[in-house]
């Protein structure tokens, strides 16, 4: 398996991507730990599913994918080293960080008040960068090899009216990506973002309930449907893999076509 002896950290995996990577990530073999800040439910649905694979595998006990939950919230610094922290001392070393944790608030942009804009930038962006501060100290201090794989959007490079703080912090996060693989390459740790278009997802149950606009945004995805998680997990399982060792610094857009074939609704 891909994965065997890895420890990887998953934000926000209570739902959506975040809870479909954590379990494939637990499929190739590595241990996993879920981190929610409102959803301790779906916490542990993620860690049913962890553990029912990690039960299916036949290896070692020591080696089988297991999984811990800690609650966390990514905009506040503190708790996002607490939770680093936290899956270092229980797994005894941490290998892949997965910044998926993300949210987006709806405003035209002369409406965007700043309690939004600091709750949308602290998640999305603050929490991710310091997310992956502490686990590049925690490489550095062990001299071991990571990766690191931010799951931005395609509105990294995409306007999204209505959306300007959302497009801002995957803006930052492209420019993360870029600026982290030169700091850290030297070090043998790799950061890339996997940039999902529209996925069939807790974030988009508006959209998934307007027929309307559902059809509208179909009509620009080439592919003909809305991604599912499963689509954007795969690739990030391979990006944590010692198969994806020589990339770093790139984005990988998973949109069935969106980004080149978008007309603005
Ligand atoms: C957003 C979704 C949106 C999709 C395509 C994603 O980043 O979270 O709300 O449907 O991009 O525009």
Sequence with gaps: MKLDGKVALVTGSSQGIGQAIAVKLASEGAK??????SHPEGAEETLRQVNEIGSQCHLSKDHAPEGYTVKADLGDVEQVR??????????GHLDIL??????????PFWEVREADYDAVLNVNLKGAFFAAQALTQHLIETERPGKIINISSV???LPFPNFAPYCLSKGGMKMMARDLAVELGPYGITINNVA???????INTKLLNDAEKLGALLQNIPLNRLG??????????????????????STFVVDGGLLWNYHEQ
């Design 32 to 37: 996993i730990v879920i981190d929610y800040r």
């Design 82 to 91: 607490a939770l680093v922290n936290a899956a270092i001392q229980h797994f």
């Design 98 to 107: 997965v910044n998926n944790a993300g949210m987006e608030r709806h405003a």
């Design 155 to 157: 509105h990294e490079e």
């Design 196 to 202: 999902p278009g529209a996925i069939e997802t807790p």
């Design 228 to 249: 599912k998680s499963e689509d954007i997990a795969t690739l990030v399982a391979f990006l944590a893999s010692d198969e994806a060792n020589y990339i770093t610094g």
